[in-house]
């Protein structure tokens, strides 16, 4: 029996991952292991980010529907205020503009409704800007995971032509387990960026939908101000 014969008869017939990475040269495991903790840390983003923004869409709902029912603003605002309710600091930004210009004596009502509207647009950014800031991390495994997969795959596929020279045999048995194991790090990062890509790109659109909502309150909420001004 010839070793080729000996190899064949000991090579798996299917692929092992955990038996891959065992036997990956280190570089190519640090860089799995790095990819597999991007994937984890991209699925909890995803699944957070998605509950957290079902919690925060009910609750703004709830504080609009009480914002236009209940006459004392007040008590409304200050029982929001304490939670975490872009609605409610869209409200209070509004509303503090208002009543700083009111204080002030409304000597240019319509400087003092482009004021109101400044406070208003400024502060729907900024709670726009802050959810969107979540899936930084999501772009960028998107984007650099398939790349650091690649630099996995070239180290192992340089190892393996090292491993020809030392062995001075070029034999496709001897070559095969190493580019395999090369080729995995390059499908974990794929198994990282896939995922990664779509859950930013549908999240993004959530978030744009979301901040379009808090436009058209921010936008009731200046008509409301400016009627406010014109009884004054």
Same mark, same amino acid.
Request: hydrophobic share 50%; with cysteine.
């Given at each position: 029996?010839?070793?080729?014969?000996? *190899?064949?008869?000991?090579?798996?017939?299917?692929?092992?991952?955990? &038996?891959?990475?065992?036997?990956?040269? /280190?570089?190519?495991? *640090?860089? /799995?292991?790095?990819?597999?903790? !991007?994937?984890?840390?991209?699925?909890?983003?995803?699944?957070?980010?998605?509950?957290?923004?079902?919690?925060?869409?009910?609750?703004?709902?709830?504080?609009?529907?009480?914002?236009?029912?209940?006459?004392? /603003?007040?008590?409304?605002?200050?029982?929001?205020?304490?939670?975490?309710?872009?609605?409610?600091? /869209?409200?209070?930004?509004?509303?503090? &503009?208002?009543?700083?210009?009111?204080?002030?004596?409304?000597?240019?009502?319509? !400087?003092?409704?482009?004021?109101?509207?400044?406070?208003?647009?400024?502060?729907?950014?900024?709670?726009?800007?802050?959810?969107?800031?979540?899936?930084?991390?999501?772009?960028?495994t998107g984007s650099v995971a398939p790349f650091v997969g690649l630099f996995g795959t070239v180290w192992g596929i340089m190892n393996s032509f090292f491993q020809i020279g030392l062995q001075q045999n070029s034999s496709l048995a001897v070559v095969a387990p190493g580019i395999a194991e090369a080729l995995f790090a390059t499908a974990i990062g794929l198994f990282a960026a896939i995922p990664a890509v779509i859950a930013y790109n549908r999240l993004s659109h959530?978030?744009?939908?979301?901040?379009?909502?808090?436009?058209?309150?921010?936008?009731?909420?200046?008509?409301?101000?400016?009627?406010?001004? &014109?009884?004054?």
């Amino acid at each position: 029996m010839t070793v080729l014969d000996l *190899l064949a008869v000991s090579a798996p017939t299917r692929l092992d991952p955990i &038996e891959l990475f065992l036997d990956a040269d /280190i570089v190519v495991q *640090l860089v /799995i292991v790095g990819l597999i903790l !991007a994937s984890i840390w991209t699925w909890a983003i995803i699944i957070g980010f998605s509950l957290r923004m079902g919690s925060t869409r009910s609750s703004c709902e709830t504080f609009e529907e009480d914002f236009w029912t209940h006459d004392d /603003i007040d008590s409304v605002l200050d029982a929001r205020r304490r939670k975490d309710n872009p609605s409610a600091r /869209i409200a209070a930004a509004g509303i503090a &503009e208002y009543r700083r210009s009111h204080k002030a004596g409304l000597k240019d009502p319509v !400087a003092a409704r482009g004021r109101v509207a400044q406070a208003l647009e400024g502060q729907v950014a900024h709670e726009a800007d802050k959810l969107a800031s979540r899936l930084n991390f999501l772009a960028t495994t998107g984007s650099v995971a398939p790349f650091v997969g690649l630099f996995g795959t070239v180290w192992g596929i340089m190892n393996s032509f090292f491993q020809i020279g030392l062995q001075q045999n070029s034999s496709l048995a001897v070559v095969a387990p190493g580019i395999a194991e090369a080729l995995f790090a390059t499908a974990i990062g794929l198994f990282a960026a896939i995922p990664a890509v779509i859950a930013y790109n549908r999240l993004s659109h959530t978030v744009n939908g979301f901040e379009a909502q808090m436009q058209r309150f921010a936008d009731r909420v200046h008509a409301s101000v400016s009627r406010e001004m &014109e009884n004054v």
